[in-house]
């Protein structure tokens, strides 16, 4: 199982950028999720959509801001994050559980399988 996330770059205050997460060797039959880690700072949950796109889980702290989404046929997850503050300023990581589920994990205990990150990165 490998997850390829693409889309991280620079951007200013108020833009946006949208980040896929392509996965291979492993179809996207579970809920999926993104993840953060900010320099010094623990990795924290961002978003998680379930298997069928059906459910959406977002952090408090970009709601309102992010949506996530999903197209089963390609195997991939993406990430629109609008109105980025430099707050927002991490390395993000898409993640895939082990199994099939029908909840949405929303901790890193619930995720088997982590992509290399993105850098985003939110000038003032």
């Known amino acids: 199982v490998q997850l390829q996330a693409s889309g991280g770059g620079l951007v200013q205050a108020g833009g946006s950028l949208e980040l896929s997460c392509e996965a291979s060797?492993?179809?996207?039959?579970?809920?999926m999720g993104w993840f953060r880690q900010a320099p010094g700072k623990e990795r924290e949950f961002v978003s998680g959509?379930?298997?069928?796109?059906?459910?959406?889980y977002y952090a408090d702290f970009v709601k309102g801001r992010f949506t996530i989404s999903r197209d089963n046929a390609k195997n991939t997850v993406y990430l629109q994050m609008n109105s980025l503050e430099p707050e927002d300023t991490a390395v993000y990581y898409c993640?895939?559980?082990?199994?099939?589920?029908?909840?949405?994990?929303?901790?890193?205990?619930?995720?088997?399988?982590w992509g290399q990150g993105t850098l985003v990165t939110v000038s003032s």
């Open positions: 959509i379930s298997y069928n796109g059906a459910m959406k």
């Open positions: 060797g492993h179809t996207l039959s579970s809920y």
């Open positions: 993640a895939a559980p082990r199994s099939f589920a029908l909840y949405v994990g929303r901790t890193r205990d619930d995720y088997s399988y």
